[in-house]
């Protein structure tokens, strides 16, 4: 797998393998399946690569631009974490394990709370998938989504309002990205 460093900072391989396991779990949460998934393999780190270097960069940015965060932002994201683990007992003993103090974790989430405000910014001029364009994908590809006959636009109307919300957002994000990347040094390996 090549390797990218920004402004002489390598992308490490955990940044660019988190990535790949979302690209994954987010085809397979749309019905690609796993033997197209393991086909696409090559194209998928590539990807994964690109995606960690745009992460990096909105980082960067987030923090250059200090984009505001209040202390309940992060309790909110504190409550999610302690949600997800199964509770408060779990969420100590997750800390521990990974050799984190519940300061440094909240640092890390403030980080990403900076960096989701950040992207929310830059999407919020994109409208919402509209019913007409749902049914037009929907028509264009039925046979990605009917499942032989036995689903309809109803069972898949959520599913693919989802993948083209996210396809518009990706486009935003990616102008965005590419901005960032025009004031920086990017170099592969």
């Known amino acids: 797998m090549k390797k990218a460093f920004v402004n002489g900072v390598e992308i490490s391989q955990g940044a660019v393998q988190f990535e790949l396991d979302r690209l994954v779990r987010f085809y397979e949460s749309h019905g690609v399946s796993k033997d197209e998934i393991e086909k696409s393999r090559a194209q998928l780190e590539d990807k994964a690569l690109e995606q960690a270097i745009g992460a990096k960069l909105l980082v ?5 631009l200090d984009v505001p965060v209040t202390a309940a932002d992060v309790d909110a994201e504190v409550e999610k974490v302690v949600a997800q683990v199964g509770g408060a007992d779990n969420y100590r003993k997750a800390l521990e394990a990974q050799g984190l103090t519940e300061e440094k974790f909240r640092r890390e989430l403030e980080r990403g709370a900076k960096v989701n405000k950040l992207v929310a910014q830059a999407c919020s001029s994109v409208p919402e998938p509209t019913g007409a364009e749902v049914v037009a994908y929907w028509e264009a590809n039925k046979s990605l989504w009917s499942d032989g006959g036995r689903r309809t636009l109803v069972d898949a109307h959520d599913q ?4 083209l919300r996210h396809s518009a957002r990706g486009r ?13 040094d990017v170099r592969y390996e």
């Open 60 to 64: 960067d940015r987030a923090l250059q």
């Open 160 to 163: 693919i309002k989802d993948l």
């Open 172 to 184: 935003a994000m990616d102008a965005f990205i590419a901005e960032l990347r025009e004031k920086v």
